[in-house]
T-cell receptor, first 114, second 109 residues
Framework: NAGVMQNPRHLVRRRGQEARLRCSPM?????VYWYRQLPEEGLKFMVY????????ESGMPKERFSAEFPKEGPSILRIQQVVRGDSAAYFC????????????FGSGTQLSVL | DAKTTQPPSMDCAEGRAANLPCNHS???????VYWYRQIHSQGPQYIIH???NNETNEMASLIITEDRKSSTLILPHATLRDTAVYYC??????????FGTGTRLTIIP
């Protein structure tokens, strides 16, 4: 009974490249949330998705960042043309459909931009 | 803009109760208080949440003041594995929970 799975665990990209971060929610969960954490800071909400729908992307930068959660397969956070400031830990969480169901977080992807 | 205020760090002796305070003086009537913790570089872990009544589960107890402007998370018998950053969050449902900088709790052997 696997929890939230994120891969890769570590990702190194050079400036200008693309980064694709994957998140498989817990079995039975249809809500996915992405958060970003800079060193020594708290987690910042980025986007909330349900299957095939973006519910709230108010925390996403307007350019270069996109997210999807297709009907089949994992949720993907995509960062185009990465810059050094994108270096951070990116965490995915999932929950069920009931109100206030607790969030289960993955172990995160540490993105390093050279 | 932070909705909660927490001390940046606290120490607690192993085996003693750890009491972590949180101020949330601008909490709205329908907002909940959630507690999560993050053990070094791992994803956050849910601990407990409440609206206005005190709550207890296998991990902790949550005491919310009658005016709901502050709360205390209690770990009854702290162990070394409880060393973590503890986040007190105010919100309504899981959408857009805002994690501040939390309290770094260190359990001392």
């Amino acid at each position: 009974n696997a929890g939230v799975m994120q891969n890769p665990r570590h990702l190194v990209r050079r400036r200008g490249q693309e980064a694709r971060l994957r998140c498989s929610p817990m079995k039975g969960h249809s809500h996915v949330y992405w958060y970003r954490q800079l060193p020594e800071e708290g987690l910042k909400f980025m986007v909330y998705l349900q299957k095939e729908n973006i519910i709230d992307e108010s925390g996403m930068p307007k350019e270069r960042f996109s997210a999807e959660f297709p009907k089949e397969g994992p949720s993907i956070l995509r960062i185009q043309q990465v810059v050094r400031g994108d270096s951070a830990a990116y965490f995915c969480a999932s929950s069920g459909v009931e109100f206030n169901e607790k969030l289960f977080f993955g172990s995160g992807t540490q993105l390093s931009v050279l | 803009d932070a909705k909660t205020t927490q001390p940046p760090s606290m120490d607690c002796a192993e085996g003693r109760a750890a009491n972590l305070p949180c101020n949330h003086s601008t909490i709205s009537g329908n907002e909940y208080v959630y507690w999560y913790r993050q053990i070094h570089s791992q994803g956050p872990q849910y601990i407990i949440h409440g609206l206005k009544n005190n709550e207890t589960n296998e991990m902790a107890s949550l005491i919310i003041t009658e005016d709901r402007k502050s709360s205390t998370l209690i770990l009854p018998h702290a162990t070394l594995r409880d060393t973590a950053v503890y986040y007190c969050i105010v919100g309504f449902g899981n959408e857009k929970l805002t994690f501040g900088t939390g309290t770094r709790l260190t359990i001392i052997p």
